[in-house]
């Protein structure tokens, strides 16, 4: 099993900075994997595939780099709207065995 | 605008059974694969089984193989999840979520999501 391990677990940013949030999977995913930000309340919204794809309606403020086990999503400029927790998917397994990350909580400083 | 609606979630004993559902709108649902998640009380995330578009294929974590079974009637645009043999430990809130075509390099992405079910295994 891919293990993926997400730092830091808590990120305190001021509305209007970067962010920086960080995923690592134990072997190689390649370039599969995914972010997904969840507000309190809320299903999971997918922000970014392929490593760093947005998908569908998601802003240019977020992107997402890296291959193999070291990924990172920014989010540049932080609207009050970001703060939530932020999770890292793989999905290179086959058969399939995707795993999640434990989750970074982004925080208003 | 995509849909997903869980249901039959609930309070079940230890070593019961109960199956959800997940009705599906606004997707051709007989062309993509189908994943079920599930968020435990700490938050995590834990995918739980997919599968394919034509039910031919199904895939399940480590956890649940043996006891729980995914499969989904595209006539009614519907997934399940049967679950038997419950544990303390599957108490979780469950999550169908629409994934790619099936075999595609990103099956594995959740695209969209439904609001999830809770279940709660206890005695």
């Known amino acids: 099993e891919i293990v993926m391990t997400q730092s830091p677990a808590t990120l305190s940013v001021s509305p209007g900075e970067r962010a920086i949030l960080s995923c690592r999977a134990s072997?190689?995913?390649?370039?599969?994997l995914a972010w997904y930000q969840q507000k309190p309340g809320q299903a999971p919204r997918l922000l970014i595939f392929?490593?760093?794809t947005r998908a569908t309606g998601i802003p240019a403020r977020f992107s997402g780099s890296g291959s193999g086990t070291e990924f990172t999503l920014t989010i540049s400029s932080l609207q009050s709207e970001d703060f939530a927790v932020y999770y890292c998917?793989?999905?290179?397994?086959?058969?399939?065995?995707?795993?999640f990350g434990q989750g970074t909580k982004l925080e208003i400083k | 605008q995509v849909q997903l609606v869980e249901s039959g979630g609930g309070v079940v004993q230890p070593g019961r059974s109960l199956r959800l559902s997940c009705a599906a709108s606004?997707?051709?649902?007989?062309?993509?694969?189908m994943h079920w998640v599930r968020q435990t009380p700490g938050k995590r995330l834990e995918w739980v089984a997919v599968?394919?578009?034509?039910?031919?294929?199904?895939y399940y974590a480590d956890s649940v193989k043996g006891r729980f079974t995914i499969s989904r009637d595209n006539s009614k645009n519907t997934l399940y999840l049967q679950m038997n043999s419950l544990r303390a430990e599957d108490t979780a809130v469950y999550f169908c979520?629409?994934?790619?075509?099936?075999?595609?390099?990103?099956?594995?992405?959740?695209?969209?999501w439904g609001q999830g079910t809770l279940v709660i295994v206890s005695s």
């Open positions: 979520a629409k994934g790619d075509y099936w075999a595609a390099a990103r099956t594995g992405v959740s695209f969209d």
């Open positions: 606004g997707i051709t649902f007989s062309s993509y694969a």
């Open positions: 599968i394919s578009h034509d039910e031919n294929d199904k």
């Open positions: 072997q190689s995913v390649s370039n599969n």
């Open positions: 392929e490593a760093s």
């Open positions: 998917q793989q999905y290179n397994s086959w058969p399939p065995m995707y795993s």
